[in-house]
């Protein structure tokens, strides 16, 4: 891939899966923003890695 993604686009792709995924698991919608950012303040560079791992291969098999 010639693309370089920064740690901060890294992090923003991992919240924006993130609360993708939380959509389609949780029946009930989020209603307070500051305490979904407050909640991924708190994860390391490597959770938040490794969500966006997930939320990627979840939407690469739903696709095919």
């Known amino acids: 891939m010639g693309y370089f993604i920064t740690e901060e686009e890294e992090v923003n792709l991992t919240l924006m899966a993130s609360a993708d995924s939380d959509i389609d ?3 009930e919608p989020e209603t307070d923003s500051e ?3 407050e909640v991924f303040s708190n ?3 490597e959770q938040l890695l490794h969500a966006l791992d997930n939320a990627v291969e979840k939407y690469l098999s739903k696709s095919v």
């Open 43 to 45: 994860y390391t560079k």
């Open 25 to 27: 698991s949780d029946p």
């Open 35 to 37: 305490e979904t950012e």
